[in-house]
């Protein structure tokens, strides 16, 4: 036995003692009140912590939970605990999809007040919807769970069934976290705009997201109502339920799996312990958690990690300090057949135009930041894309791959409209890119941020991953596999196991390669990936580009190196004011005056200024 396995063990030996140790009713309740938001704290972490969206509806959540189960069995039988228990489930999910739905559109502020808005209406109908609720009345006679013909009377017994409710929620959370879609949970918290162009379906994972979270406040506002067997409206306000759930979120430690149960615990405990001095419980228990956030930023968790056996280890890996000094570049050069086995573009390379933009226009306002263009890319080749700053060579790439919505025109793509498709479509259709101003999931190594892309032959669904059934290890398999050869491509592999954050900005520009590479793309459009390097770094990024068309990879570059651009490119697109001023071969583009004028110009005025400047 390892030990970590021993430190589980030991807690879970601990943890069941519990009952046999408290000896006081009173006590046994407040143990079974932190279980029961433990997992209430579970649920909003999930929304919370794993996609980062700020939610504080969970009252409205815990309180439909708690008036679905206790309709059901009140009055009845503790046999009807279970179908309560499910009843409440469902019930909230589906009020999580019928907020969660709408809240897609929202982000950040607003999301947080949209929430808000629910938790308070529902307050109002638990209160107002007499014939239901009873109002103000509440509902009684709720009773104590059942499992089988057992009727779990008294706080130790409702202990054990609060605690393996929780334990399964838990190891549910585990499963998610580790599992493909806990990778895309964090990159949509990360930067949601290149998960989608990573071809991470952002839609139906928050509204899963919002949809597991809903139905796990559900099961704790069933369990809520069977401990204290009555409830009523004022149980669930915001500042009976949403506001401690949120401080036991970040006092435990947001995104990590057992925080949000500590700091439910913590939270649940501290007002008993300072009950003691009565007068200033209230200055006491505020000035404690300003203090906790203030001290403890990353949460009780993150002060803990690393003592208790790494046992509550976060999921960021251990840090390269401790990972030894990498092995050389050199020793890692790329297996050019296996890489093409696994990374050549789904579909082939393809003959003809690949990319067809007719018409594209694109207004902000009255500015017209691309104008009636019309552009070609040819299979097989490179297609430069230059112009001076504000020419509107990221508003191309970012209207091709479903970031803008063009004002007129189209945008084929393999023979197929792409233009105002969301972006995962865009890139499941075989179009990647990268990003000027760099979005990587920075809470992620380098390897995870190339993982979330990735794409498999097979891919496994909801059940079989979070169960890790033979299929969806399979998968895991296959895409590490994909993702270690996009890694060697571009000469990262050595750094596979650092965190995004600590590389340097152009090996971060290679990781947003690596990461659209590994999407099997038919099309990579590359905004500016020689800015800020050396002469050194431009070297390396040749040979990858190199690499890159060698698989089969069309690319559209733009590129602000006049030298690099004349090496790489077959051929050549000028933007002017998002109008196209020039097109074709390298060398004869080049020689065109309007370009000399508009393009070199520009380079001139800035040479002049750099000179002023210095
Ligand atoms: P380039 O990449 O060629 O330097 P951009 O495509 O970034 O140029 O920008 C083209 C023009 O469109 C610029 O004038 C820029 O200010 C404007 N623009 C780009 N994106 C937006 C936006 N989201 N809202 C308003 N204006 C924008
Ligand atoms: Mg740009």
């Not at 312990?273 to 228990?285: F, H, K, N």
């Not at 080049?590 to 000399?596: D, G, K, S």
Request: net charge positive.
């Amino acid at each position: 036995m390892n030990r970590r396995s021993l430190a589980i063990a030991i807690l879970v030996v601990l943890l069941l003692a519990i009952p046999l140790v408290v000896t006081s009713t009173y006590h046994m309740r407040i143990v079974n009140l932190a279980l029961v938001f433990g997992l209430l704290a579970v649920s909003l972490n999930i929304v919370l912590g794993y996609t980062g969206q700020v939610a504080l509806g969970h009252s409205g959540f815990f309180g439909i939970g708690a008036y679905t189960a206790a309709l059901i069995t009140e009055g009845g039988s503790g046999l009807l605990f279970w179908p309560g228990f499910l009843a409440a489930g469902i019930v909230t999910g589906i009020a999580g999809l019928a907020i969660g739905i709408p809240a897609l559109r929202l982000r950040g502020h607003y999301l947080a007040l949209a929430t808000l808005g629910f938790g308070e209406i529902m307050r109002h109908v638990f209160f107002n919807w007499r014939e239901v609720t009873r109002g103000m009345d509440g509902i009684s006679g709720i009773p104590a769970p059942s499992i089988g013909i057992v009727e779990l009377q008294g706080e130790g017994s409702y202990f054990y069934l609060a605690l393996a409710i929780l334990a399964l929620a838990v190891l549910f959370c585990w499963r998610l976290q580790a599992s493909k879609y806990g990778r895309m949970l964090a990159a949509i918290r990360d930067a949601e705009l290149a998960a989608g162009t990573s071809g991470v379906n952002v839609a139906r994972l928050k509204i899963a997201a919002f949809f597991i979270s809903a139905v796990l406040a559900g099961f704790s506002g069933s369990l809520y109502a069977h401990l204290i067997r009555f409830i009523s409206p004022d149980a669930f306000t915001f500042f009976e339920v949403t506001a401690p759930v949120l401080s036991m979120v970040i006092i435990g430690g947001v995104g990590t799996l057992i925080g949000p149960v500590l700091g439910a615990v913590v939270l649940t405990f501290l007002p008993e312990l300072l009950r003691v001095s009565d007068a200033y419980y209230q200055l006491i228990y505020g000035a404690g958690l300003a203090a906790m956030v203030i001290f403890l930023p990353m949460g009780l968790l993150g002060a803990l990690h690393g003592r208790l056996f790494g046992l509550f280890r976060p999921r960021a890996p251990a840090s390269p300090a401790s990972a030894g000094p990498p092995p050389e570049e050199s020793a890692e050069a790329p297996d050019m057949v296996r890489a093409a086995a696994l990374l050549s573009p789904k579909g082939g390379i393809g003959t003809g135009a690949v990319f067809e933009a007719r018409g594209l226009t694109c207004r902000f306002g009255g500015l017209v930041a691309i104008d009636a263009l019309d552009l070609q890319i040819q299979a097989g080749t490179v297609h430069a894309l230059i112009g001076p700053n504000g020419s509107g060579k990221s508003t191309f790439i970012n209207l091709a791959t479903g970031i803008y919505q063009p004002t007129q025109g189209s945008i084929r793509f393999l023979g197929q409209e792409v233009a105002g498709a969301r972006p995962w479509k865009v890139a499941a259709a075989g179009l990647a890119r990268t990003f000027q101003n760099l979005r990587l999931f920075r809470s992620m190594t380098v390897r995870g941020n190339v993982l979330v892309a990735a794409v498999a032959d097979r891919p496994a669904g909801w059940f079989e991953t979070l169960l890790s059934l033979a299929r969806s290890r399979a998968e895991e398999a296959d895409l590490h596999a994909r993702t270690e050869q996009a890694l060697r491509l571009l000469g990262l592999w050595h750094l596979r196991d650092q965190l995004i954050r600590t590389l340097p900005h152009e090996q971060q520009r290679l990781v947003e390669i690596a990461r659209a590479v590994a999407m099997r793309p038919r099309l990579l459009m590359l905004d500016e990936p020689a800015a800020g390097m050396n002469p050194v770094e431009v070297e390396r990024l040749v040979t990858a580009i190199g690499r890159l068309r060698e698989l089969g990879i069309t690319i559209l570059l733009i590129e602000h190196n006049v030298p690099l651009v004349m090496r790489l490119a077959d051929r050549v697109t000028v933007l002017n004011f998002g109008r196209k001023i020039a097109e074709g071969e390298p060398d004869a583009v080049r020689e065109e005056p309007e370009v000399v004028t508009a393009y070199l110009g520009q380079r001139l005025s800035d040479r002049l200024r750099q000179n002023n400047a210095a």
